[in-house]
């Protein structure tokens, strides 16, 4: 399966850039409310206007971004196009399928935030779920253009 382009998703950690030629992605969305309630009675506190306490509710919301990449992993150079700095373009660090899975390894491994390039945008995220499987099963590596590994990749990007 050759790989696509237009939605290519970019990481970049340390000096390695790793495209994933995207087939699908999802996006998921959580928002955690945290509810401290009101004070059950007033002794030492100044909060009481007549016979009714006032209420101190405080929601602090985290809303949680998860972003899941469903794609290959392409044997050959693979062009960046979502990634451009200054009229450039960026390409993977590695130009075999096999290196840019243990690029995207050492990524996911190094277990701190680093850049991805989805949807038009640059931003930071970390890693939460990793899978990489071999679509190849003939003992030969995928030709130029062709994917050898296929890859689901879950990001989480804080948000306040």
């Not at 790989?3 to 850039?17: A, E, Q």
């Not at 998921?28 to 945290?34: A, D, E, P, R």
């Not at 050959?76 to 840019?100: F, L, Q, R, Y």
């Not at 945008?121 to 030709?143: C, E, H, P, W, Y």
């Amino acid at each position: 399966m050759a790989g696509t382009t237009g939605n290519d998703v970019t990481l970049v950690h340390s000096g390695v850039t790793v495209t994933i030629s995207t087939s699908g992605d999802e996006e998921n969305f959580t928002k955690s409310l945290i509810n401290i309630g009101q004070p059950k009675t007033t002794n030492g506190q100044d909060i009481t206007e007549g016979e009714n306490p006032l209420k101190i509710i405080d929601l602090l919301m985290k809303a949680e971004r998860r972003i899941t990449i469903d794609g290959f992993l392409v044997n050959g150079v693979n062009p960046c196009t979502a990634h451009v700095t200054n009229g450039g373009s960026a390409t993977d660090t590695s130009t075999t399928a096999a290196g840019k899975k243990a690029d995207l390894k050492s990524i996911f491994f190094a277990g701190c935030v680093f850049s991805m390039t989805y949807e038009g945008a640059t931003f930071n995220v970390n890693s939460d779920k990793l899978s990489i499987k071999r679509i190849t099963n003939d003992g030969q590596a995928a030709a130029v253009g062709e994917a050898e590994f296929s890859v689901k990749m879950t990001m989480i990007r804080g948000e306040n």
